[in-house]
């Protein structure tokens, strides 16, 4: 067996092309979406992912603004400056980009996010409506990957759905998704007896652990459907996921690269979150219909 690669530039770009639709509306109704990111120090992988995140912005007629604040930021002075974004009209959607430098504490800059701004879907009040199963802004990576299986055709109710990593960001958000939607999960982590175990009991495996080349193939379900949210860099230089490609690909019916899969359509949820917020301020939430909604 082979697996066919899953192109998810292509599917974040159909999604994008959509969202250019919706932006387009709201121009028109004299409302221009607007994305502030917030970056504080010099970490130079946090600069590349803040540079993409404006480029795709301003590809759909979005307005981006970075502030790039310098790492000797107080937390009381970071947590001032995102309360001054809370208050500004034309900002819909703030992004204070991960990690901060110590000792900034992440928690409390997160809750210092107007919970109708946080479109990274982190601040409390999102993730208890993620849990309740009336989600406001879901977390972009896991919302990501659960369009890249709608766009595959996954049928999740029943699956058997095995999630490997269980932090705020992807593995919990993911796992209650995949149980929203019909799944049997199971949540795997460093603690687990047996990795290899669960994991090939997986119909569909997402990885997302932050260790280069964790799964191989002997760890997978034959024609599992297998999602890589890992991105590592390798000391040569180039990047890895968290999933041993070509020995998983000989054995999965479906995979996402590492890059070029799960990434795109984590900025395309970023947006669409945004363009969600200016549509709920212009009053035409109501009147979209799309399935990035």
Known sequence: MSARIIDGK???????????????????AGIVPGLAVVIVGEDPASKVYVRNK???CEAIGMRSQVFALSADTSQAQL?????????????HGILVQMPLP????????????????????????????????NPAFQPCTPWGVMMILEHEGVALEGAHAVVVGRSNVVGKPMAMMLVAAGATVTICHSKTRDLGAMTRQGDILVVAVGQARLVTGGMVKPGAVVIDVGVNRLPDGRLAGDVDFDSVAAVASRITPVPGGVGPMTIAMLLANTV??????????ARMDTRIA
Do not use: M
């Open 79 to 91: 947590i001032a400056f995102v309360h001054r974004l809370n208050e500004d009209a034309a900002v």
């Open 276 to 285: 969600k917020a200016a549509e709920r301020v212009a009053g035409l939430a």
């Open 54 to 56: 404006s480029f795709a």
């Open 10 to 28: 292509a599917i974040a770009q159909g999604h994008r092309a959509e969202l250019a639709v919706r932006v387009e509306r709201l121009r028109e």
């Open 102 to 133: 110590p000792p900034l504490d992440k928690h409390a800059v997160i809750e210092a996010i107007a919970p109708e701004k946080d479109v990274d879907g982190f601040h409390y009040e999102n993730v208890g409506a993620l849990v309740t199963g």
